[in-house]
């Protein structure tokens, strides 16, 4: 029902800056606020983890503890995409950033299973 491809990664140093969007293909029949949005991340021999997750309309948004006030999630519905932005960027920031979106808000803050991922973007933070 949906594609999802995510687009910004790359290296910068502690403390920097990155930006990631992610743009959503949705098939007819839905729309893309049909979806709640998320970003997830694995780090190196680690398992995958929550970061972020945004609702339907935008007008909530949910953080892991390790990146609140660091990170903030977006999203434009009429353009069918979303966005993190990564501030005060650390070494352990560093891993393979995923897009998911799901319908239920519960799955993708509480589980690692949302229905759709993207085929995830490297962010590597040097020290």
């Known amino acids: 029902q949906v594609q999802l491809a995510e687009s910004g990664g790359g290296l910068v140093q502690a403390g920097g800056s990155l930006r990631l969007s992610c743009s959503a293909s949705?098939?007819?029949?839905?729309?893309?606020?049909?979806?709640?949005m998320g970003w997830f991340r694995q780090a190196p021999g680690k398992e995958r983890e929550f970061v972020a997750a945004?609702?339907?309309?935008?007008?909530?948004?949910y953080y892991a503890d390790s990146v609140k006030g660091r990170f903030t999630i977006s999203r434009d519905n009429a353009k069918n995409t979303v966005a993190l932005q990564m501030n005060s960027l650390k070494p352990g920031d560093t891993g393979v950033y995923y897009c998911?979106?799901?319908?239920?808000?519960?799955?993708?803050?509480?589980?690692?299973?949302?229905?759709?991922w993207g085929q995830g973007t490297q962010v590597t933070v040097s020290s």
């Open positions: 949705v098939h007819t029949s839905v729309t893309f606020s049909t979806y709640v």
């Open positions: 998911v979106a799901d319908e239920a808000l519960v799955v993708v803050v509480t589980t690692t299973n949302p229905s759709y």
């Open positions: 945004i609702t339907w309309s935008g007008g909530s948004t």
